[in-house]
């Protein structure tokens, strides 16, 4: 079945430093998500990709929907501590039910002060 | 603005008992949906109710029942729980099914099951 692949499985940078994340499939698909899990709490939506190519920033986060449709990066600068959590890429195809939204396994994010 | 509310949040179960988890959201959302998540699996989707009065089926959905008993609240049921299911469990809800938009999911902030 569809799968996405999602890398790196971890990061541990220190706080000031850019991060870079990027999922990948081999399917293609018409909407690109990342969300953001906290410590103990569930996933909230970062950035929403619509249409191949576009590239959309949220304050310090940066995330681009691939020219193939295949894959997704998302960047934030300049890290600080509370960015620490798990972000998960999501892609999902139309035409389908909501069912067809799959996630990335996640990339866990430590930030050192 | 509560968004989506689960309960209970934490619960401890021995091989074979039942339990149902709750979920409510108070957004006026047409779906709703379980995910469970594991450690390294990243989330997957148990069972979702497009709209009221419809389920289907997800990815993972042996050993698990749910109810859409109105539009707002969304139950997940295990019958006869076992080991394999200690898990968390999050219900989440999106506006609606279909495009575009509705990949926009809103989460609980998930109920911790452990069976023993």
């Known amino acids: 079945g569809q799968q996405l692949n999602q890398s790196p499985q971890s990061m541990f940078i220190q706080e000031g430093e850019d991060v870079s994340m990027n999922c990948t499939s081999s399917s293609i698909f018409n909407t690109w998500l990342w969300y953001k899990q906290d410590p103990g709490e569930g996933p909230v939506l970062l950035i929403a990709l619509y249409k191949a190519g576009e590239l959309t920033s949220n304050g310090r986060l940066t995330a681009q929907f691939g020219i193939t449709r295949k894959d997704s990066f998302l960047n934030i600068s300049a890290s600080i501590p509370s960015d620490v959590g798990i972000y998960f890429c999501?892609?999902?195809?139309?035409?389908?039910?909501?069912?067809?939204?799959?996630f990335g396994k996640g990339t866990k994010l430590s930030v050192k002060p | 603005n509560a968004g989506v509310t689960q309960t209970p949040k934490f619960q401890v179960l021995k091989t074979g008992q039942s339990m149902t988890l709750q979920c409510a959201q108070d957004m006026n959302h047409n779906s709703m949906y379980w995910y469970r998540q594991d450690p390294g699996m990243g989330l997957r989707l148990i069972y979702y109710s497009a709209s009221e009065g419809t389920t289907d089926k997800g990815e993972v959905p042996n050993g698990y029942n749910v109810s859409r008993l109105n539009k707002r609240e969304f139950s997940l049921r295990l019958e006869s729980a076992a080991p394999s299911q200690t898990s968390v469990y999050f219900c989440?809800?999106?506006?609606?099914?279909?495009?575009?938009?509705?990949?926009?999911?809103?989460f609980g902030e998930g109920s911790r099951l452990t069976v023993l």
């Open positions: 999501a892609a999902q195809n139309y035409g389908g039910s909501q069912g067809n939204l799959i």
């Open positions: 989440a809800s999106s506006e609606r099914a279909g495009p575009p938009g509705t990949g926009e999911l809103f």
